[in-house]
């Protein structure tokens, strides 16, 4: 996490490094020059004035073919201090010998407890589990965020996800649905994909994705405000090199995270050690993205406190 | 095997027979449920009980004999049924089995009681000693588990058929490896080693100055200055480190190195003055006094006189805020960084996050250190005792009774 | 000590009154107790107090919202009861004047972060706005002032301005919005008189003319300006920041930022304890968001329960340790210490591979047949868990003040009473039992205290239903940012550890620790 950039993707760390980084700043003595976040928590430093806004077409490379980094970046660019660098998505495994005969091909099977039995996990944050709650309460994916703003509409998803509480185990730790799974205590789960993606090629386990409503998010860098002009030159170095077209593409050789850039998938390989081809196991790819969310950044930095306090008291229920 | 040891039978055919009866029929019992058939198990082992410890009894000369036989074959049995393990179960019910029905035999089981003591009584009186080792058990059980876990060579946290069956290839150092090797273990056993004598050193010197200042006779306000001295030890951690995080990162010691160190100086200094004024109560003024009136200055009479006698009490102080400091993950986890991620931090991160054996075999070591301390500290207890001129005999009730109390307000 | 006979005081050796020199040496002796013991408290009192101090502080602290609109507070603060919820131009133009100044800075948005765990949707307001702030045109009240007197353009005269106190007292939100563009123009390391005066500036001169328009400054630009005012045409800031964002114009928005404008606050402490602060005064939340009262209640029965079972479990054990022979009872008395001495984590590790549905007592029960394999009983990540590890962990703080009880009594007092024709039970319970209730009294204390302020195990071990207070406490500090209500929790849980301190200190005596109950 410091400036060597050891990447951490989606460790709990990164929850931490915004509180650590608002003490630091606090004392008025930054030691980090970079910090790899989660995009929600890279807007969270933004609005703090902890993280640095940064002129993407200034700092980072173009593409190989002259793009400027804004266009090859896009719309993930959700903050003027994040430099996105791969592309996740949060979404479902679950273990092939456990479900029985019917294989389970949507979202709303985490919710049919009757179909198929068996124990759960999900994350224990209200996040992604009150959108995946509505659609299978019958809301229409694009009315999904007005609902959820109404108070009715979060107590219409506690509701639902009520349906299934006592079956479900709550995770706070990446690692922990993988390994619930592994130990076959849960028959599906959420997590990251790159963590199933693991779990099912590295490890060989009997699981299998299930792709329905996978909700995407981001993960990349922030350089905390208020850095001396020598160290800042030094991060804009590093960054200019680490988030080029062809070392984001690198990424994708040993977990399956799709790059930020547009110029880089093409150019997505094969695994380091597996040796098989990485693309259809992208978050992005074409069949895996038939239906898909984007993190609703904005909503969840205003509703966030709010539903969070609402899902905590009925978890503690 | 003397002979001036062995106890003559005294208890009657009968009991004999009953006591192996009882005992062989709670294994079958057992047994028997882990072969679906309970019944036939307890009836099994009532008889063979009944009628192994009859024939003992009455035929085989000492104790010592019928043990060795009965474990033999307990554990050819065993074998038969279960290999390894089987042989092992086997042996030891053998033994154990034995043991009881001679405890009965040889009238040993009422040694503790008044002669007059009715039968209940006697089972009353047992019972609770078995309770009481079942709490003992209790205590110490998940610690014993922890260990053969540790030499597990599956990354699994439970235990293997091959480990159940003492095959050697289900043990295998590789999470002591992975301890030796991983970087993030290494650099967190070196931050630990870092801090805690650092630390240490601080909440010795300042708190055995302290103590020697607070058993003076006449301490202004001695109650309140205690009382916030001792603070730290008392205050739950989350509280300290949440107050230590905000203030910390105000005067910006969060974060560094020297920000673990203050906190967790401030941590073990109540252990540091519990311990020195308990040995400084049982100080005899009239040595400084005798020391001041042959000419020496009041650093030599410190240095030379007192030094000496509270050394054990000041070393204890200092290996209770070792620990203190050692075994610390709250206020770390709040007050530092990655830079002074500690062998606790980095265990804790572990069982969130990836459960893996390793944290079993630091978890072993960790217990192998704590044996040592212990053995030292109960050596500098007695040191202590000896060099204060106190007979063991006379004052060890009372000297424990201090000692342990001031544990008691121990760790927390 | 009864008085000198004869005339005259005893006299010390040096010649001075006896008691005058014992006084001096008692002084003395005193003194140098205190000498010794002070570098020790003043580490303590830095080190440990102050941090425990700043927690107590900052559960109330609440500058950001003065420091950051500091002009609209104001504004705000002047209004009378009856005054709009949603105030007019005068105060949407001083928010305009305070936002752009908090944009420049970056911290509008922090200050939408701290409201917003009031009021929801304030966060993106703040967002929001703040970039549209930036790019509403303001420039006609620039030129207007111009108009009237090009000198206004003259960074000169503005800061000749700024050395009269007289000028600040009658434009304070003019010198307030000045300085901070001359502060950032500095931190820049720009010269003052080389730049552009930003069009905000212009806006808060208006504000401040057109409300002291009738008192005279005694200087000329000022009062003629100030006639001026009158005839100006302007911006309409609010219907402005109602197109920035229609909930400018809603009511909850101000309500809230009229509640928390003080400097201090005691919402945070309300908001610990299930209840909310708002303009109509206090009320109590709604019930899907009350799980503060669960939590503290929740941490005070566990900790209840897990002392009950710690006193269960450890009244034997020290009775049985207090009756063997010492060689015994020190053997004993290791298997009571080696858990005790083995780090914390250790342990919630160890309960961690016994409890699991694949653990250690699972397994067992499966090998015993007592369970089949799909009915591996549940044993961790609830209450139950969290229950058998703490009590484990903390039996040792319990067994140890019982045993240092227990050790005391003599057994003669037990005898004598059944040779008096007492049955064991009534021996027990009549005499010895009562004798040994100051250790259960240390111990209880002990090892409720250290319960209620554990963290460490419930979060491993504790899944949803079995954790405590101070989980949600961290959970503040490191996940919501949400310090205050952080500090607030913390300075409640303090609040009810100092009572069982001083329960604690009446029961065996802070100063006495040692001497074991």
Known sequence: MEKTGIKVINDESSAEAVAKLRAMDEAGNVTWDLVDVVAADAIRLCDEGLAMEIDHDEVLAKAPDGTPASKDFGDLIVSQCFIPQIVYSTTFGYRTDLVGDKKPTSVCAVFDTKTWPGKRSLEKRPINNMEWALICDGVAKDEVYDVLATPEGQERALKKLDTIKDDVIWWSAGADTPQLLADGEIVMGSTYNGRLFSVIEEQKQPVAMLWDAQVFDLDGWIVPAGLSPERKARVMDYLKFATDTQRLADQAKYISYGPARKSSAPLVGKHADLGIDMAPHMPTDPNNAKNTFLYNYEFWADYRDDIDAKFQAWLAK | MSKSKQKPIVASQQQIAGSGAFFAGLFGFLFGMTQEMPLIGIAGGIVAGAIVAFLASKYIPTKRLAQLMSVILGGLLGYVQSQVTGAIVGAVFGWTFMWFVYWVATGEYRRRLPSYATPWQVIWHHSFVVLCWAIFLFLITPIIVVMPLSFNAENFFTFTPEMLNFDPAGYSLKHYQDFLTNSDWQSALKNSFLIAPVATLISVSLGTLAAIGLSQPFVPFRRAIMAILISPMIMPLIISAAGMYFFYSRVGLQGTYLGVVLAHAALGIPFVIITVTATLIGFDRSLTRAAASLGANPITTFFRVQMPLILPGVVSGGLFAFITSFDEVVVVLFVGSAGQKTLPWQMFTGLREQISPTILAVATILVALSILMLTTLELLRRRSEKLRGMTPAKSAVKQTAEWRMSVAGGKP | ?517
């Open chain 3, 1 to 517: 000590m009864s008085e000198t006979i004869g005339s005259g005081p005893v006299l010390a050796a040096d010649g001075t009154p006896l008691k005058r020199s014992l006084q001096r040496s008692l002084r003395l002796q005193k003194l140098r107790a205190l000498l010794l013991i002070a570098p020790l408290l003043a580490f303590i009192l830095i080190t440990f107090i102050a941090p425990i101090a700043d927690m107590l502080f900052r559960s109330v602290e609440n500058e950001i919202v003065s420091e950051t609109l500091p002009q609209t507070v104001k504004l705000l603060d002047a209004d009378g009861p009856s005054a709009p919820i949603v105030p007019g131009n005068e105060t949407f133009s001083a928010l305009y004047v305070d936002l752009y100044v908090a944009v420049k800075n970056k911290e509008h948005t922090r200050l939408g972060s701290r409201l917003n765990y009031e009021q929801t949707g304030v966060s993106s307001l703040f967002r929001k706005s703040g970039r549209r702030v930036r790019r509403l045109d303001v420039e006609i009240y620039k030129n207007q002032f111009l108009d009237v007197d090009p000198a206004w353009g003259e960074v000169t005269t503005w800061l000749t301005l700024m050395e009269d106190a007289k000028v600040h007292k009658a434009l304070p939100q003019t010198m307030w919005a000045f300085s901070a563009w001359l502060d950032d123009v500095i931190e820049d390391g720009d010269k003052p008189e080389e730049e552009k005066l930003e069009d905000y500036i212009f806006v808060a001169l208006y504000n401040d003319l057109s409300a002291v328009s009738d008192k005279a400054v005694s200087r000329d630009l000022i009062n003629k300006t100030a006639s001026a005012v009158g005839g100006f045409e302007t911006v309409d800031f609010k219907s402005a920041f109602a197109k920035f964002d229609k909930d400018w114009h809603n009511e909850d928005v101000w309500k809230t930022l009229r509640v928390y404008s003080p400097p201090y606050t005691e919402g945070y402490f309300l908001n610990a304890v299930d209840l909310q602060k708002e303009f109509e005064g206090y009320s109590v939340r709604p019930e899907n968001e009350r799980i503060y009262g669960t939590l503290f209640m929740r941490t005070l029965f566990m900790s209840l329960i897990i002392t009950g079972c710690a006193i269960l479990l450890g009244y034997p054990i020290a009775w049985l340790m207090s009756n063997r022979p010492m060689r015994e009872a020190n053997l004993l008395m290791i298997m009571v210490l080696l858990p005790f001495w083995t780090s914390l984590l250790v342990r919630t590790s160890a309960w961690k591979v016994m409890l699991q549905q694949q653990g250690v007592i699972n397994d067992t029960l499966v090998w015993l047949n007592i369970i089949d394999e799909a009915g591996r009983l549940v044993l961790i990540n609830n209450q139950f868990g969290t229950i058998v590890a703490m009590t484990h962990i903390l039996l040792p703080f319990m067994v140890l003040p019982l045993y240092s009880v227990m050790r005391t009594i003599p057994v003669s007092y037990t005898r004598a009473a059944k040779s008096l024709g007492a049955t064991n039970w009534t021996a027990f319970w009549r005499v010895y039992f009562p004798l040994s209730v100051p250790g259960i009294g240390a111990g209880s204390i002990l090892v409720f205290i250290l319960s209620i302020g554990y963290y460490i195990t419930p979060e491993i071990v504790g899944g949803t239903s079995g954790t405590f207070i101070s989980n949600r406490i961290a959970y503040h500090i490191s996940s919501s940012l949400n310090w205050g209500l952080a500090a607030a929790l913390g300075s409640i849980l303090l609040l009810v550890v100092l009572l069982l301190y001083w329960v604690y200190d009446r029961i065996v005596g802070i100063d006495n620790v040692k001497l074991g109950g």
